[in-house]
Nanobody, 124 residues
Framework: QVQLVESGGGLVQAGGSLRLSCAAS????????LVWFRQAPGKEREFVAA??????YYADSVKGRFTISRDVAKNTVYLQMNSLKPEDTAVYYC???????????????????WGQGTQVTVSS
């Protein structure tokens, strides 16, 4: 019922910036809990940032560097990534869920709808 499409990934040098976008279908975007996860080769998928209404949450590894935001009119969530590091290299996924929400926001199983991912590569 909900489709998510990520874009904006690419290759950037350390210290550079990228902005990822995730366009979602549906007429109740403002009710969604939205999140970004990332997964590097050989590693588990890890939480990056989430937004629910006006509340935002960040992994410690990206606090102060990444910003999650949303444009309700465009049904789009963004991840602005600044001061990128090689360890940020991963496939980035957006995901969404509708009420009733689970008790947490940082686990993959907290979200029922997923995009296909977009590759972010940060060179040294």
């Amino acid at each position: 019922q909900v489709q998510l499409v990520e874009s904006g990934g690419g290759l950037v040098q350390a210290g550079g910036s990228l902005r990822l976008s995730c366009a979602a279908s549906g007429r109740t975007f403002s009710y969604y809990r939205l999140v970004w996860f990332r997964q590097a080769p050989g590693k588990e998928r890890e939480f990056v940032a989430a937004i629910a209404w006006s509340n935002t949450y960040y992994a410690d590894s990206v606090k102060g560097r990444f910003t999650i935001s949303r444009d309700v009119a465009k049904n789009t969530v963004y991840l602005q990534m600044n001061s990128l590091k090689p360890e940020d290299t991963a496939v980035y996924y957006c995901a969404a869920d509708l009420p009733p929400y689970s008790g947490t926001y940082y686990r993959t199983y907290d979200y029922r709808y997923w995009g296909q991912g977009t590759q972010v590569t940060v060179s040294s």
